[in-house]
C-alpha cells in the first residue's frame, strides 16, 4: 500500500532519495524537472509546474521515486475513490501497460487518469484490456494549436479576430504596455485576478473549478520564478488589465496554463493572446491550451482558434487488484 509521508516530514535534501510518496511543494520543481525533460506526453497535465500549482487542501499531489522514474499519486482529502496515478515521468521512457499493473498492485492506487491516446495507440487496446478497463474523460481533451496560427492569424479564418485586435488597437494605441511578470508586477496580477474572480464567483468552494482554478493562478503568480514558466502582463494606463502563464511540456509544445482579461473591453483577450503567442513562436511548433472541462462558453472560444487536433484523455482503472 502506498505510504504518504506528512508534510512536516517533506525533506529539503536537493536529491529525492527514498520511496514514500511526499505531498508536492513549490520548493520541489528543481528537485524533479529533470524527470520531466523530454517527456513525450502532450496532455496539459504532464506539466510539472501545473501539478504542484494546482495542489490544494482537497487535491493533494505527491511524488516518489522508483525505478528511476518519478510517480505522481494524487489523493483527495474528502473522496479517496478518486485517488490516481498519472503515467510515471522519465524523460523520454514509455512504460508499458504490465508495468503500470505492477506500480497499480504496489501502491495500492487503482487509476491512471490523463492516459493519453498517444499511449493507448502505442501499446494497443488488446495489450491494455486484460490489465485494465479504460474509459475515455472526456472533460480532459486538450485543444492543441499551431504556434505560428496563434501568433500570425492568417486566411479568412480569422479574419474576425484581427478585426477585433484593430479595434483594441485604435482605441487604446499609446495606452498599454505588454510585459513579462516579475517579482514587482506578480503582486498587481494577484489583484486584477481579485477583480477578474469578483464578477464570476471564484470563491464556490473547492468543488468548484473557478475555485480550483484561482487558487492554482495565485499560488503560479507568487512562485513563477521558482519555475520554467514564464507570465507575461498587459497594462492600460499603467494598470494591469490582462495575464497569461505558459511553460514548457514537450521539446516542441508549451501549455497555455492561465489566460486572464477583462472581458467588457473589446478585443483585449484577441490581442493578448496573439501577443502571448508571438513571445512562443520561435521556441515551439505547437501550443496546448488546456480542455474546455465540457463548459459550453470554453468551448466555442477554444473551437474559434482552429486547433489542428484535440487529444483525449483516458482513464485506466485495474481490473483486479492483486496486494
Keep these: 500500500m502506498l505510504t504518504l509521508a506528512s508534510t512536516t516530514d517533506h525533506p529539503d535534501a536537493a536529491s529525492p532519495a527514498d520511496d514514500v510518496a511526499r505531498p508536492l511543494q513549490p520548493e520541489d520543481y528543481r528537485r524533479f524537472a529533470s524527470f520531466f525533460s523530454g517527456q513525450p506526453h502532450e496532455l496539459c497535465e504532464y506539466c510539472l509546474a501545473t501539478i504542484i500549482v494546482w495542489a490544494n487542501d482537497e487535491y493533494r499531489p505527491h511524488a516518489l521515486v522508483r525505478d528511476n522514474a518519478l510517480?505522481?499519486?494524487?489523493?483527495?482529502?474528502?473522496r479517496r475513490e478518486l485517488d490516481h496515478c498519472i503515467l510515471p515521468m522519465a524523460g523520454d521512457r514509455w512504460f508499458p501497460p504490465e508495468y503500470l499493473a505492477e506500480l497499480a498492485d504496489s501502491l495500492g492506487i487503482a487509476s491512471f487518469w490523463f492516459v493519453p491516446e498517444t499511449y493507448v495507440d502505442r501499446f494497443g487496446p488488446q495489450r491494455?484490456?486484460?490489465?485494465?478497463?479504460?474509459?475515455?474523460?472526456?472533460?480532459?481533451?486538450?485543444?492543441?494549436?499551431?504556434?505560428?496560427?496563434?501568433?500570425?492569424?492568417?486566411?479568412?479564418?480569422?479574419?474576425?479576430?484581427?478585426n477585433l485586435i484593430n479595434q483594441f488597437l485604435r482605441q487604446y494605441a499609446g495606452r498599454y504596455t505588454f510585459e513579462?511578470?516579475?517579482?514587482?508586477?506578480?503582486?498587481?496580477c494577484l489583484a486584477f485576478l481579485e477583480e477578474w474572480c469578483a464578477t464570476r464567483?471564484?470563491?464556490?468552494?473547492?468543488?468548484?473549478?473557478?475555485?480550483?482554478?484561482?487558487?492554482?493562478?495565485?499560488?503560479m503568480l507568487k512562485h513563477i520564478e521558482w519555475f520554467d514558466s514564464e507570465g507575461y502582463c498587459l497594462r492600460i494606463d499603467g494598470k494591469v488589465h490582462a495575464f497569461g502563464v505558459a511553460s514548457p511540456l514537450t521539446s516542441e509544445m508549451a501549455v497555455l496554463q492561465f489566460e486572464k482579461a477583462f472581458d467588457q473591453?473589446?478585443?483585449?483577450?484577441?490581442?493578448?493572446?496573439?501577443?502571448?503567442?508571438?513571445?512562443?513562436?520561435?521556441?515551439?511548433?505547437?501550443?496546448?491550451?488546456?480542455?474546455?472541462?465540457?463548459?459550453?462558453?470554453?468551448?466555442?472560444?477554444?473551437?474559434?482558434?482552429?486547433?489542428?487536433?484535440?487529444?483525449?484523455?483516458?482513464?485506466?482503472?485495474?481490473r483486479t487488484m492483486r496486494r
Excluded at 490489465?131 to 474576425?160: C, H, V, W
Excluded at 513579462?180 to 498587481?188: F, G, Q
Design 201 to 219: 464567483q471564484c470563491d464556490e468552494g473547492l468543488e468548484d473549478s473557478l475555485t480550483c482554478e484561482r487558487l492554482a493562478a495565485e499560488k
Design 128 to 162: 491494455i484490456a486484460p490489465l485494465f478497463e479504460m474509459s475515455e474523460q472526456s472533460a480532459y481533451t486538450d485543444y492543441i494549436y499551431r504556434a505560428s496560427d496563434l501568433a500570425r492569424l492568417p486566411g479568412n479564418r480569422y479574419a474576425k479576430k484581427r
Design 180 to 188: 513579462r511578470i516579475d517579482a514587482r508586477s506578480a503582486p498587481e
Design 265 to 318: 473591453i473589446k478585443g483585449l483577450y484577441q490581442f493578448f493572446d496573439r501577443e502571448c503567442a508571438r513571445r512562443l513562436v520561435d521556441r515551439f511548433s505547437y501550443i496546448n491550451k488546456e480542455s474546455d472541462m465540457e463548459v459550453p462558453g470554453l468551448a466555442r472560444a477554444k473551437r474559434s482558434y482552429h486547433p489542428i487536433r484535440r487529444l483525449r484523455s483516458f482513464q485506466l482503472r485495474r
Design 71 to 78: 510517480v505522481i499519486v494524487s489523493h483527495f482529502t474528502s
